[in-house]
């Protein structure tokens, strides 16, 4: 079955970094456009970043230019989210999607707390 499995989330404090990895997983990544996206209960998801099947063109969230990185390996069938300067209003549940075939993982959590 095609998903994504993420990891690399967990607790870190304000100011801190994590680096995110998203392994596809019964399909082949280079294939696809993918984005990270968010979730905090009670609220919308909302968009992070994304980029193009071939690694250009990344877009980026206004609330996380400048902080955030998006990437991929497609020989190893893995996007990356590096996330640095965090503040708290980046914890969330955070998840790959490949948009064109509405492919989604469980999400890795990331906490930012003091």
């Known amino acids: 079955q095609e998903r994504f499995v993420e990891s690399g989330g967990g607790l870190v404090q304000p100011g801190g970094s994590l680096r995110l990895s998203c392994q596809a997983s019964?399909?082949?990544?280079?294939?696809?456009?993918i984005t990270w996206e968010r979730q905090t209960p009670g609220k919308a998801r909302e968009f992070v970043a994304g980029?193009?099947?071939?690694?250009?063109?990344?877009v980026y969230a206004d609330s996380v230019k400048g902080r955030f990185t998006i990437s991929r390996d497609n020989d190893k069938n893995t996007a990356y989210l590096q996330m640095n300067n965090l503040k708290s209003d980046d914890t969330a549940l955070y998840l790959c999607?490949?948009?064109?075939?509405?492919?989604w993982g469980q999400g890795t959590q990331v906490t930012v707390s003091s």
């Open positions: 999607h490949a948009p064109r075939d509405d492919y």
């Open positions: 019964g399909f082949l990544l280079k294939r696809y456009a």
């Open positions: 980029i193009a099947s071939n690694g250009e063109s990344p």
